[in-house]
Antibody
Framework: EVQLVESGGGLVQPGGSLRLSCTAS????????MNWVRQHPGKGLEWVSGINPSDGGTYYADSAKGRFTISRDNSKNTLFLQMNSLRADDTAIYYC???????WGQGTLVTVSS | QAVLTQPSSLSASPGASASLTCTLR?????????IYWYQQKPGSPPQYLLRYKSDSDKNQGSGVPSRFSGSKDASANAGILLISGLQSEDEADYYC?????????FGGGTKLTVL
């Protein structure tokens, strides 16, 4: 059974940092492109960042460039998202996802508020 | 103009068929893309339904009923998700997405009401 389990969300003040993690099982993580996708409250899906399976090539939405860093540890089947300089409009549920194969976690809520 | 445009809402009756469209921006040819479709119900993550590029390049999600199918309308430059034999449980938000210029691009979603 495929499982993606996110962790690391929570309440953080504007300007603060958070590191999200996603542990994968049930599929060959090391050969899978992985992504972070977020959903603002009551809104649609917004892709945030992606990372290639082997060469570690990374991709970012404009909203994430310069502030967020995606990375992966294939030896631990884990995906990360380091989020710095957080703003109120980063408040959302963050999903870890293999969009191509259709694997998504349950999401972790990030709230940026003073 | 958004890369992918979906109607914000659609209503249909139980037992009927619903055709959900995902229109690509002018200049982006639907023929060259795999269109992925997701269903999302309140409080749950998106669930993969299927992807469609052509009749020879398509994939149905595991456990997804065959009454969900994908196609394209080249004249409209759009991907289509057809849901036949609508059931009350099909009431949900539906999102299309493509891999475009190094990013996953999502449509704004269609809220399907079955009544």
């Amino acid at each position: 059974e495929v499982q993606l389990v996110e962790s690391g969300g929570g309440l953080v003040q504007p300007g603060g940092s958070l590191r999200l993690s996603c542990t994968a099982s049930g599929f060959t993580f090391s050969k899978s492109g992985m992504n972070w996708v977020r959903q603002h409250p009551g809104k649609g899906l917004e892709w945030v960042s992606g990372i290639n399976p082997s060469d570690g090539g990374t991709y970012y939405a404009d909203s994430a460039k310069g502030r967020f860093t995606i990375s992966r540890d294939n030896s631990k089947n884990t995906l990360f998202l380091q989020m710095n300089s957080l703003r109120a409009d980063d408040t959302a549920i963050y999903y870890c996802a293999n969009v191509h194969d259709g694997y998504w976690g349950q999401g972790t809520l990030v709230t940026v508020s003073s | 103009q958004a890369v992918l445009t979906q109607p914000s809402s659609l209503s249909a009756s139980p037992g009927a068929s619903a055709s959900l469209t995902c229109t690509l921006r002018s200049g982006i040819n639907v023929g060259t893309y795999r269109i992925y479709w997701y269903q999302q119900k309140p409080g749950s993550p998106p669930q993969y339904l299927l992807r469609y590029k052509s009749d020879s390049d398509k994939n149905q999600g595991s456990g997804v009923p065959s009454r969900f199918s994908g196609s394209k309308d080249a004249s409209a430059n759009a991907g289509i998700l057809l849901i036949s034999g609508l059931q009350s449980e099909d009431e949900a938000d539906y999102y299309c997405t493509i891999w475009h210029n190094g990013a996953w691009v999502f449509g704004g979603g269609t809220k399907l009401t079955v009544l």
